[in-house]
Every structure is written in C-alpha cells, then in structure tokens.
C-alpha cells in the first residue's frame, strides 16, 4: 500500500490547505547578514585611547580579521546546506548579491558566496580550488538608503533623530544612564551620546578580540554598560514610525517589491536568492521595523532570512533569526502574523514604513 503523507498548514481561521510534506513550497529567500569579526574602526578611536597607535598589521583598520573570515565562509556553508537543492546549479541569474561600500562587508560577501556556490561540473575552472568568482554590486555610501547608515546620508532622518533625543521621550530612555556620563567622559575624552558609546563598545570589543588589554577604568563599563547603551542606540534609531521608515523602510521596500516581482514572474525564472551583507545595526533596525527584536547586540555572521513560500497560489512569509544561541535559526514570529503570515497581510502591516521615493530623505520646507 502507498502512503500519501499530508501536511496541514493553518494560514487563518478561513483558509487551510493541504500540501505533500516532501515537496518544497519555498519560491524566495532574502539574507540580511552582518559581516565577520573584524579589527578595530580607526574612524571611532575614542580621544584616551592607549592603543590609538597601533595598527593592526597586515590586516589594517577595520577589516576582516581570520576569525571572521573563518567565520563567514562557514556562514556560506549553513546556507548551501539549508538551501543547495533549492538554488539548484549555480548560474548568473540565481541570486542578486549587494554588499554596504565597506571592506569588510564586501570580503564577507565574498567568503559567503565562496562557500554557498562551490564550482560544480562545467563550472570548475581549476580542479585544484574549489571556489568560482560570483559577481555582487554595492551603492556608494552616499547614495545607499538601502543598507547605509541614515544619520549619515539621510537628512530628514537626522532631523527626526535629533528631535526625538531631545524630546521628553527621548530623553528618559537615556537619562537613566547618566550616572555613568561623567567617568567615561573623563577617561575616555569622548562625548556622552548613545552613538559614541556604541562606537566605544565595538572598539573596545574589537580590541580585546584582536589581543589588546583594555585600560583598568573601563572595567566598571566594559562590556554590561555600554553594550546597554548599544542596544538603546538601536532603539533610540528606530523609535517611531518615521525613524523606522526612514532606518529601514528602503531595505524592506526593496524586499517587497521584489517578491511582488516574483509572484507576477517579473524577475527571471532562475532567481531564487538576494543576499545582503551588511553591519549589526542593519539587522536589529530591520527587527525594530518587523517587531521581533529583542535587547541584544547582533553578533558577528547573524542573519535574518524571509522566506517566501507558495502554497497552492497563496504566498507566505517566514522569517528566522540567526543569533548562535541555537545550532539552527529559529523561526521568529511576527506580531499580528503569526503561524503563516499572508504575504498580502505581511504588506499590509508594515506598509506604513515603506517610503515613497528616496526623495523622502530630502528635508521638508
């Protein structure tokens, strides 16, 4: 006798259906990762620094250090894993990768493309190295709403920040480290802002990861205080609805209209993956917009994936988190979209943070 084993799948109260358990529903993922572990950012030295004159030869500044390459090819891998029957054999139309216009994030791109499309058959160009080159495309900085940093290239959006730190609102939220203001002004020399104690926690990070000795004063700070003060810099980011928008509404614009591409067979048959490499603040900004972040700095190789599912005509969304806390990423779920979320209904709920144009980023008269 043949078996015909059935899944259930419950979208809401009216509608179900049922599919084969062993026939793949998945039409399209969207990866948002961080970049590798990394030396530290000369452009964020705090004044006091003691190790403001090294310079972490032969890596340099800011750049992937070997933990983090190790670390994103391995990414790469968990990828290829997760998804290798599904992109099938790698071809130019398969997957659209876009990198922020750093060194870092776009050698991390690299390693991960390295490892998710291994030359196979036709592809292998030298039987003695397993990696084919994958081109990717970034914005410069400037000009990059969709993954850039918007107190930097976003005018409206640094308006709307300022005005929320000033505001009653904003101003709670960082009063109640402000006993700390005064001792690390004196031993740092930097300012007391949320921003600057975010630059002084991955300095300080980086510096103890690379093999450097932290200064005795920053034990009283290092790392509880200021990784505090990091997760509030995420939320101070993204505290309304305008920052939201303005912070990660053109990444998430992009992601919907791509997928609305897909479903009316507007992107070539073959593309089945977009591919982000990004910074932390991306990934937690993108979880403040979608409601799933919880207080944490996102670690070195996290990444999101948003699955889009086909299931007899009607598109679901799944989204997972990767922290490392768990050997897989964990389903995360969406608030007002739980079980499978409608991609209609997934539109519907965030729609009010999708800008209309980059113009949006233009200060109003």
């Known amino acids: 006798m043949v078996k015909l084993h059935l899944c259930l799948l419950l979208a809401t109260a009216n509608f179900f259906v049922l599919i084969d358990c062993k026939t793949s529903t998945l039409e399209l993922v969207h990866v948002l990762f961080r970049h590798g572990d990394r030396t530290p950012d000369r452009r964020v030295i705090y004044p006091k620094d003691p190790h403001i004159n090294e310079t972490y030869y ?3 500044y800011g750049q992937l250090n070997n933990a983090g390459k190790r670390k994103q090819y391995l990414l790469g891998k968990a990828l290829n894993k997760r998804y290798k029957k599904f992109l099938g054999t790698y071809t130019l139309n398969t997957i659209d990768a876009r990198s922020t216009d750093y060194n870092r994030t776009k050698v991390s791109l690299q390693l991960v493309l390295a490892s998710l499309f291994p030359p196979e058959k036709e592809l292998v160009w030298n039987k003695n190295l397993d990696w084919q080159p994958i081109p990717f495309n970034y914005w410069i900085l400037r000009d990059d709403h969709v993954l850039g940093d918007p107190y930097k290239n976003c005018k409206r959006y640094k308006n709307s920040y300022n005005d929320f730190l000033n505001s009653s609102d904003g101003q709670k939220l960082f009063r109640q480290y402000s006993d700390f203001g005064e001792y690390i002004m004196e031993n740092s020399g930097s300012n007391f802002t949320s921003k600057l104690m975010a630059d002084m926690y991955f300095t300080l990070t980086t510096e103890r990861e690379n093999g450097l000795e932290l200064p005795p004063w920053t034990e009283k700070v290092y790392p509880k205080v200021l990784s505090n003060l990091t997760r509030l810099d995420y939320v101070l980011n993204t505290a309304n609805t305008e920052l939201k928008k303005l912070a990660s509404g053109f990444l998430l614009k992009k992601i919907i209209t791509d997928t609305e591409q897909k479903v009316k067979n507007m992107l070539h048959q073959r593309k089945r993956m977009f591919i982000y490499s990004a910074h932390e603040y991306n990934i937690a900004h993108l979880m403040n917009l979608l409601g799933i972040y919880y207080p944490h700095v996102p670690p070195y190789g996290s990444y999101i994936l948003i699955e889009i599912h086909n299931i007899k005509g009607v598109r679901i969304v799944k989204v997972f988190y990767q922290d490392y806390q768990t050997e897989k990423p964990k389903r ?34």
């Open 58 to 60: 032969p890596f340099g």
């Open 332 to 365: 995360m779920k969406l608030p007002n979209c739980h079980n499978f979320c409608r991609f209609e209904r997934f539109v519907s709920l965030y729609k009010k943070y999708l800008p209309e144009s980059e113009n949006e980023c233009e200060l109003q008269d």
